[in-house]
């Protein structure tokens, strides 16, 4: 157990509100992930960060930002949520285990489920 | 781009074996991961390759090719529980990229 919770657990908003997804992490890992999972589509990388303030878009990223002010902390932002949206999100740290900077090994939050009607 | 294959669904028998293949395309690439999702849970991690050859973990086993750009994951002795998705993630100079994942149906 890597200490990893999200809030909401579940959310049902409308189309053109702002939500925000938090991560929280209790043992102080550098590395954080925010996911999205739809049917078909695996596991898509919307953000990550790799410390303070310092963060980097994923392979989906338009229509969301993140902000990570203190290690624990990792929110995604979605500034005007759309119905395309609607998935369902995974926060994830990784441990760097060697040299190489492999970070093969990621834990995984409990996700939340975004309904946008 | 970076980008892996695996079969979108496989079927097999309860005390069967089962391998589930997986191809990348991986700048970089360092190592493949496994990871298995029950239906409404998040993903957990299973194993991970970085070098040629089999990797063995009670009844799971993972396999690398690096020449071929190939793994798989091996489940041995398979029970109900094991119905699940099974995804295989490349690790390279970018983040963990995933596979779309395989979703296994044990059958009595």
């Known amino acids: 157990d890597a200490g990893i919770t999200q809030s909401p657990r579940h959310k049902v908003t409308e189309t053109g509100t702002p939500v925000t997804l938090r991560c929280h992490q209790t043992e102080n890992h550098r590395y954080m992930y925010w996911y999205r999972q739809d049917p078909g589509h695996g596991l898509r990388l919307i953000h990550y960060s790799y410390g303070v303030k310092d963060t980097d878009k994923g392979e989906v990223s338009d229509g969301y930002s993140v902000s990570r002010s203190k290690t624990e902390d990792f929110l995604l932002t979605l500034e005007s949520a759309t119905s395309s949206q609607t998935s369902v999100y995974f926060c994830?740290?990784?441990?760097?285990?060697?040299?190489?900077?492999?970070?093969?090994?990621?834990?995984f939050g409990p996700g939340t489920r975004l309904t946008v009607l | 781009g970076q980008s892996l294959e695996q079969p979108s669904e496989v079927t097999a028998v309860e005390g069967a074996i089962v391998q589930i293949n997986c191809t990348y395309q991986?700048?970089?690439?360092?190592?493949l991961s496994w990871y298995q999702q029950h239906d409404g849970g998040a993903p957990t991690f299973l194993s991970y390759?970085?070098?040629?050859g089999l990797e063995e973990t009670g009844r799971f086993s993972s396999f690398l090719s690096r020449s071929d750009s190939y793994g798989y994951l091996l489940l041995q002795e398979l029970q109900m529980k094991d119905s699940a998705s099974y995804f295989c993630a490349a690790s390279g100079n970018t983040p963990l990229v995933f596979g779309k994942g395989t979703r296994l149906s044990v059958i009595a």
């Open positions: 390759n970085a070098l040629d």
């Open positions: 994830a740290i990784s441990l760097v285990k060697d040299s190489s900077g492999g970070a093969w090994e990621q834990f």
């Open positions: 991986t700048s970089g690439f360092y190592g």
